[in-house]
């Protein structure tokens, strides 16, 4: 059997004369290494997401800035960080197009975010200004270094995934899931209550995590699971 192909969102690198899409290679390695093949995807103006998603077995959505506030039907606050509207807009359509195929999909940091408020649910805007004795989630470090530890939920995906209770994770983040999406359940939580990972009530490989394994499991091998389950999962779909 062929490889699993999964799409993974990049971002429009727009400090160059000429706009690049870009994405980091630890995405790509992670893929590869859990037997899968990585197709970067950039934000399209003639291509429907049913034209990219007809060609795909999976899809990752990655990292990055902020989504606008609007998509989860707020007004900008104190905090909020850089967005790109034309990143934004063409995720959602992604989302919700590969949503309604059930497509296998792992959505890391921004992506887990993305996911949630393509489901209708909302994020913090800037964890510091809202969340009372937050824990510190964006620390200046490599992104190979843990930082605060996750509790998971019994019998979840989660649990499963890393066959533990409790872990520690790397985290790089200021913004977060608030109120879940439709279909949603919470499936680890940090210290602080932020919620760390969630996946969907129906069963199907969907799965949102707020750190980033891509950055961890070189040295970590346990974090290369998320990646092995959504190949896992393309492979079946197929």
């Not at 490889?3 to 400090?15: E, K, M, N, V």
């Not at 950039?42 to 291509?47: H, Q, R």
């Not at 620390?139 to 605060?148: A, D, F, T």
Request: contains cysteine; glycine residues 12%; proline residues 8%.
């Amino acid at each position: 059997m062929s490889h699993p192909l999964i799409g993974i969102t990049g971002y429009i690198d727009r400090s160059r004369p000429v706009p690049y899409v870009a994405l980091k290679r630890s995405y790509l390695a992670a893929i590869e290494k859990a037997g899968g093949i990585p197709v970067v995807l950039g934000p399209s103006a003639t291509l429907r997401p049913s034209e990219i998603l007809d060609r795909l077995d999976g899809v990752l959505f990655s990292g990055g800035g902020d989504l606008a506030p609007w998509y989860y039907g707020e007004e900008p606050r104190q905090g909020l960080g850089s967005y790109d509207l034309e990143r934004d807009a063409w995720e959602l359509a992604l989302f919700c197009a590969a949503w309604d195929r059930k497509m296998p999909m792992l959505g890391i940091c921004r992506g887990c975010q993305l996911m949630n408020a393509g489901l209708g649910g909302s994020l913090y805007q800037d964890i510091g200004r809202e969340v009372p004795q937050a824990l510190q989630h964006d620390p200046q470090v490599p992104p190979h270094e843990l930082g605060h530890s996750i509790r998971t939920a019994r019998m979840s995906l989660m649990e499963r995934l890393f066959g533990t209770g409790s872990l520690r994770v790397n985290s790089f983040h200021h913004q977060a899931v608030h109120e879940l999406g439709q279909g949603l359940i919470a499936t680890a939580w940090a210290p602080d209550g932020i919620i760390e990972a969630f996946e969907p009530e129906d069963g199907r490989f969907a799965l949102g995590v707020q750190f980033h394994p891509e950055g961890l499991f070189e040295l970590h091998p346990v974090f290369l699971a998320p990646f092995a389950a959504l190949i896992e999962a393309a492979a079946d779909r197929r």
